[in-house]
């Protein structure tokens, strides 16, 4: 159940009856014990402002179907491989990417974010340009791209200097 949801029902004013009405169509209703009903119009406000501030409320997921068509243009697809560094831990993971129109960097990836390690300084992309340039690039800020809930992308802004 969303935060919201249960915030409005932890403050009593959705009747039992009503709550066990919804739940028969469905819909995931916990029902809330007496003693967790809240007492106090402060207690209340604090439950539902907790609510309305969490990170489902607030969050923004950017969409870009440009990046995505894009992504899929075999010119403009490229492969490399993302050398993970975070002080004594290493990895690496190949990765297919492409340049967005701004010369960003957007690459799939759909697990939990890595952006605290990508903007270490410490780890970099490393590529062969289409030329034959040999690359690595190091990135100084980012942001995730979302299809409806999914997270599609990490696009990674390079250092310029």
């Known amino acids: ?76 697809q490229q492969k490399g491989t993302l050398m993970l560094r975070d002080g004594d831990q290493k990895g690496s993971q190949e990765v297919l990417f492409c340049r967005t129109i701004l010369m960003e960097y957007a690459i799939p990836w759909t697990s939990d974010t890595i952006f605290e390690t990508i903007l270490n300084g410490e780890t970099y992309l490393r590529y062969t340009d289409r030329d034959g340039t040999k690359m690595k690039v190091f990135f100084n800020d980012g942001h995730e791209l979302f299809f409806g809930d999914h997270k599609a992308f990490m696009v990674c802004v390079p250092n310029r200097t």
């Open 1 to 76: 159940m969303k935060p919201i949801a249960h915030a409005v029902i932890r403050t009593g004013l959705i009747p039992e009856d009503t709550l066990a009405e919804i739940r028969k169509w469905g819909l995931p209703i916990e029902f809330v014990q007496s003693s967790q009903v809240l007492e106090s119009a402060q207690a209340v406000t604090a439950v539902i402002q907790d609510a309305l501030e969490s990170a489902d409320q607030v969050t923004c997921r950017d969409t870009d179907l440009d990046i995505l068509s894009r992504f899929l243009d075999p010119n403009h």
